[in-house]
C-alpha cells in the first residue's frame, strides 16, 4: 500500500479507531508495502493483515452456514446495511448524553459518565447496531407475515430503507466527527495492523482481539446449540415439536450475524461482509452434504480467501501495469473465485460433474438402446434365441414389424446391422454412437463385422432383459392405468432404463408374468443375464 493510499484511508477511518499517526509510524519504521512486478516485500504487517482478514472471514463463515440452510442468505445482507443506522445511532446517542441538560439534570450519573466516554465509543455503536439488527430481522417478519409481502420483497423493503436512513444519519454526524461513511463502507483493512493494544509484554491489534472474540463467541454459540441449530435450521415445524424454540434459535442467530457484521465494519466493511458470510458457505455446501464438514470447509476458505485476497491484492494489480488495491475488495473476489472452481469441479454437485455424468447416462441409455434394437432383429429373424422362441417368432417373422419403428416391412435381418442404420433409428450423434459402439464391443456385448454390429451370447441375455422389462412395463401401463395399446411404447422406453432387477420381478408379479406384451410381443423369460444391465441404475438416477 502506498503512502499516499495509507493517508486517504487514515483520513477515512479514524473515526472507527484506526490511529490517525498509522502513516507517520509506517514512514518512521520504512516498512515498504508497494508491490513488485510478480511479488512484494512481505513483513510483519502483512501477516497481521492476513490474520485479521482471516478471522474475520472466519467468522462470518461460521454462522453464514446456517444462514445458506436457512436459505436465508439476504438476510444477512439486509442486516449487513441496515445496522448503518445503529451505528450512527450509538454515536449520536453519546452526543446528546453528553450535551443535553435534561440529561444532566435528571440523570447526573448518566451525564458524568458519558462526559467520560468517547463518542465513537465501539461498544456502545455495537450495542445501537445490534438493536437494529435485530429490529431488521423483526420489521422483515412483520412485513412478510401482517402485509402478505414475499419474504425476499419484505427484505428489500425493510432493509433499504434502513440503509438509507443510516446513510443519512452517518452523514450527519460526519458533519461534526471523523465518522467517515466510505470506512463503514468499504473497511479499512491495510491500516488496522496499526491500532493496537497491550496485553501483557505482547502489542496485539486491537482488530484481532476483538475479531477472535466473536468467533470464540460464535464457535461456542454453535458447538453448545449445534442439534438445535441443525434442526431448526432443516424444520423449524419438527423442531417446535420436539421442544425447541426454532423462534428463540432464529433470533440468537440473527443477533450474532449482526454483533458479527459491525465488528467486521472495520476491516472489509458492510458492503463486502455479506461476501464473507455467504460466499464461503456457499462453496462448502456444493462439496458436502454434512454439516460438520460443511462447517469446517466452509472455515478453510474463508482463510484462503484472507490469504488469497491480500497476495493477490498486491500482484494481481500489477499484471495490467496498475497500483496494489485494498485486500477486502480482493478478498471478496478470491472468495468468488474459489466458489467459480467449485461450482464447476465439485465432484458430486459442480458443473463439469453434472455434465459427465449426463453424458455417460446418455451413452448408457444409447448402449442399452442398441442392444435392444438388434435383439428385435434378431428376433425377428428368428435367430439367437432358445428353441421354443425361435420356433415361435420364425413363424412369427415374416408378419411383425420391428418393434416401435413405426415402419410396415418386416425387420427380417441376416448377418451384422449397419451402423448406419442403428443411427438413423436410434438418432443416435456421431460421438454418442461412436462411444457406445466401442464400449460395447470392449465389452464383450457385440462384434463388429465392417461397418455392422452383430450381438454376442453376452450381449444376447442383456438385451434380453430389457427387452423383458420393457414389454413387463408395456403390460403393466396396459393392465394397471389402462394406457391404449398404441400409447404404452413410449413410456415403456423411458422406464425400462430405470428399472433394476428387483424392480423387474415386481413388474413381472402384478402383470401375472404375461407371455405376450398387450402388441403380441412375446414377454422373453427370465434369464441370468437381466440383472447385468441394470447395474448403475440407481447411481444414474440420483
Not at 490517525?20 to 509510524?25: A, D, N, S, Y
Not at 482463510?303 to 500482484?315: I, K
Not at 421354443?388 to 416401435?404: C, D, H, I, N, P
Not at 464391443?441 to 454376442?456: A, I, K, P, Y
Request: charged share 15%.
Amino acid at each position: 500500500m502506498t503512502s499516499k493510499a495509507v493517508r486517504e484511508a487514515g483520513s477515512g477511518v479514524s473515526g472507527l479507531g484506526c490511529v490517525e499517526w498509522g502513516l507517520m509510524m509506517v514512514e518512521s519504521l520504512g516498512i515498504s508495502m508497494s508491490a513488485a512486478a510478480l511479488g512484494f516485500t512481505w513483513d510483519a504487517s502483512h501477516t497481521w493483515i492476513v490474520v485479521i482478514g482471516a478471522l474475520c472471514a472466519m467468522a462470518c463463515a461460521l454462522l453464514g452456514n446456517f444462514l445458506v440452510l436457512r436459505r436465508m442468505s439476504m438476510m444477512g445482507d439486509a442486516i449487513s446495511h441496515a445496522v448503518l443506522p445503529g451505528l450512527a445511532g450509538g454515536f449520536l446517542l453519546m452526543v446528546w448524553l453528553k450535551g443535553s441538560p435534561t440529561v444532566a439534570a435528571m440523570l447526573p450519573g448518566v451525564a458524568e459518565w458519558a462526559q467520560g466516554v468517547d463518542s465513537r465509543n465501539p461498544w456502545v455503536m455495537l450495542g445501537g447496531a445490534v438493536v437494529v439488527g435485530v429490529l431488521t430481522t423483526l420489521l422483515t417478519q412483520w412485513v412478510h407475515a401482517f402485509g402478505k409481502v414475499e419474504r425476499g420483497a419484505a427484505m428489500g423493503v425493510v432493509f433499504t430503507t434502513l440503509f438509507a436512513v443510516g446513510l443519512i444519519m452517518i452523514q450527519r454526524a460526519a458533519s461534526h466527527t471523523h465518522l467517515d461513511a466510505d470506512c463503514v463502507l468499504h473497511g479499512a483493512l491495510e491500516l488496522a495492523p496499526w491500532d493496537t493494544w497491550d496485553i501483557g509484554a505482547l502489542r496485539v491489534p486491537r482488530a484481532v482481539v476483538i475479531l477472535g472474540v466473536i468467533l470464540l463467541i460464535n464457535a461456542t454459540f454453535v458447538a453448545l446449540f449445534f442439534k438445535e441449530l441443525k434442526i431448526s435450521s432443516f424444520d423449524p415445524d419438527l423442531a417446535t415439536t420436539m421442544g425447541i424454540n426454532a423462534k428463540l434459535m432464529h433470533y440468537l442467530l440473527m443477533t450474532l450475524v449482526a454483533i458479527t457484521t459491525v465488528a467486521s465494519f472495520e476491516t472489509i466493511g458492510s458492503i463486502l461482509v455479506i461476501a464473507m458470510l455467504i460466499v464461503p458457505a456457499a462453496a462448502a455446501h456444493l462439496l458436502t452434504d454434512r454439516l460438520p464438514t460443511m462447517i469446517v470447509v466452509s472455515l478453510v476458505f474463508a482463510a484462503l480467501s484472507a490469504l488469497l485476497g491480500h497476495v493477490a491484492a498486491h500482484t494481481v494489480p500489477t499484471w495490467f501495469g496498475y497500483g496494489d488495491t485494498v485486500t477486502s475488495g480482493m478478498m471478496a473476489v478470491m472468495a468468488g473465485v474459489l466458489f467459480g472452481l467449485v461450482m464447476l469441479f465439485a465432484p458430486r454437485h459442480g458443473v463439469a460433474a453434472r455434465v459427465v455424468r449426463q453424458w455417460l447416462l446418455r451413452v448408457r441409455i444409447a448402449r442399452e438402446d442398441v442392444l435392444g434394437l438388434l435383439y428385435r432383429l434378431e428376433e425377428r429373424a428368428g435367430r439367437g434365441m432358445s428353441n421354443v422362441e425361435s420356433q415361435m417368432a420364425k413363424s412369427e417373422s415374416r408378419k411383425s414389424k420391428v418393434e416401435g419403428s413405426g415402419g410396415s416391412a418386416a425387420a427380417v435381418v441376416i448377418g451384422p446391422t449397419p451402423m448406419a442404420t442403428i443411427a438413423r433409428a436410434l438418432h443416435l450423434s456421431g460421438l454418442t454412437r461412436w462411444w457406445a459402439a466401442a464400449t460395447l464391443r470392449r465389452e464383450g456385448m457385440v462384434e463388429q463385422s465392417g461397418d455392422g454390429l452383430r450381438l454376442t451370447e453376452q450381449g444376447r441375455d442383456a438385451a434380453r432383459g430389457l427387452v423383458r422389462t420393457h414389454r413387463l412395463w408395456e403390460s403393466y401401463l396396459h393392465q394397471e392405468l389402462a394406457l391404449p395399446v398404441d400409447h404404452v411404447h413410449a413410456p415403456a422406453e423411458r422406464l425400462e432404463h430405470v428399472t433394476d432387477d428387483e424392480m423387474q420381478q415386481r413388474l413381472a408379479t402384478a402383470t401375472d408374468r404375461p407371455e405376450y406384451d398387450p402388441q403380441g410381443k412375446r414377454v422373453p423369460p427370465a434369464g441370468d443375464g437381466d440383472s447385468s444391465r441394470h447395474t448403475h441404475g440407481r447411481q444414474d438416477r440420483e
